[in-house]
């Protein structure tokens, strides 16, 4: 059986992050978050990193080039062997365009989740976002008013580019440059389920997501669904 690629797709905000933190340990699949690997970069202090800096500040893309070449290299890790989930790649039709050819060299026919939710409850989502800076566990105040992550202790932060401003950038981004991605996706005939994921715990959502695609996954594997 070929490796599963599971494509979270929707908007910033939409909970891609903390689905596919709690799909890849059901799933046994490894998350490739590239907003988490450019988070790493800007934390590194690097050249590169502080270049990142003023765009994810600013709510504007990365290149796709950069991007791909760094999906690319994280694909190849040991960890990805079973298979791995996408969250917040492809983000423009040429990343898709080429995680299609990669995909079809690797024999790989991904699962596409799009999360529907609507822009009122992302505005709301963002602005109650805390994130643990050493981890990356998700929170939101209005659940968890604790200050420290439950898992290191470390002190819990507000993402910089979760700000009112920058907020509305990356709904503008996601309406020009990543919305269109997901027609792209079913033109290329990848089974794609719309799952709703505004109502609910993260864990209702999850169940919501296993649901949609344990049929599609059971008929990969030569199982009843
Ligand atoms: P969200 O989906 O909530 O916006 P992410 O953590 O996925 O958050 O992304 C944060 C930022 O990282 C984006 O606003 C963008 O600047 C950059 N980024 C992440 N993924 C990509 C990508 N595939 N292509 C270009 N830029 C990206």
Known sequence: MSKLCLILFGPPGSGKGTQAKLLRTSLGVAHISTGDILREAVASGSELGQELDVLLRAGSLVSDDLVNRLVADRTAQPDCE??????????TVAQAELLGKVLAEQGIDPVVVHLQVDYNVIIARLSERRQCPTCGALYSVTTNASEVCDYDGSKLIVRSDDNADTVRERLKAYERQTAPVLAFLKGAGYVCFDVEGASGSPVVIAGRIKRSVSGELARRAGRPA
């Open 82 to 91: 079973k298979g791995f989930i996408l969250d917040g790649y492809p983000r």
